[in-house]
T-cell receptor, first 114, second 110 residues
């Protein structure tokens, strides 16, 4: 089993829809959870950063972490064509000498159709 | 991405050739990272540097070397390029996590 699993999609939704993107993981020690957005032929950009369980909201984006189920989600409300990109989840744990390197999911490709 | 600059943007090499990928940041971050991204494999960490003067291996370090020249610059060297190293290479910086990525170097090895 891979440490982090993410459905590659592609996921196609109409403009204005609520989008749900998900990752599951196997290492219960993971504590930091991130979502990155990557446009075509660009580097990833950090979108959301959460610690442990719970929800975090930033504008149209909500990140949710359920540690008991080892499941994280990113919700996008009122989706726009400009949200069309690949979304990568990533996670790691805190070690004595700084954080351990991130483990990334393979990314979900999202298309929002006008 | 003005904060992290990677050069070159594209490169084609022959098997056995060497080259150095350059990365410079103006974010004043301690941590810098080198990743490769391949279809179906996602982002994989090659090497990282938690601070000036230190480097550590990531998930896929074989065939690569790195130099943290100063706080701003972190270079990745391929000593003898192999076709398996054809990939898109990303440099990143951050305080505790990689936050800012460059736009990548697309490297093809024939």
């Amino acid at each position: 089993q891979k440490e982090v699993e993410q459905d590659p999609g592609p996921l196609s939704v109409p403009e204005g829809a609520i989008v749900s993107l998900n990752c599951t993981y196997s290492n219960s020690a993971f504590q930091y959870f991130m979502w990155y957005r990557q446009y075509s032929r660009k580097g990833p950009e950090l979108l959301m950063y959460t610690y442990s369980s719970g929800n975090k909201e930033d504008g149209r984006f909500t990140a949710q972490v359920d540690k008991s189920s080892k499941y994280i989600s990113l919700f996008i409300r009122d989706s726009q064509p400009s949200d069309s990109a690949t979304y990568l989840c990533a996670m790691n744990l805190r070690a004595v000498r700084g954080n351990t390197p991130l483990v990334f999911g393979k990314g979900t490709r999202l298309s929002v159709i006008a | 991405n003005a904060g992290v600059t990677q050069t070159p943007k594209f490169q084609v090499l022959k098997t056995g050739q060497s080259m150095t990928l350059q990365c410079a940041q103006d974010m004043n971050h301690n941590s810098m990272y080198w990743y490769r991204q391949d279809p179906g494999m996602g982002l994989r960490l090659i090497y990282y540097s938690a601070s000036e003067g230190t480097t550590d291996k990531g998930e896929v370090p074989n065939g690569y070397n790195v130099s943290r020249l100063n706080k701003r610059e972190f270079s990745l060297r391929l000593e003898s390029a192999a076709p398996s190293q054809t990939s898109v290479y990303f440099c990143a910086t951050g305080r505790e996590q990689p936050q800012h990525f460059g736009d990548g170097t697309r490297l093809s090895i024939l």
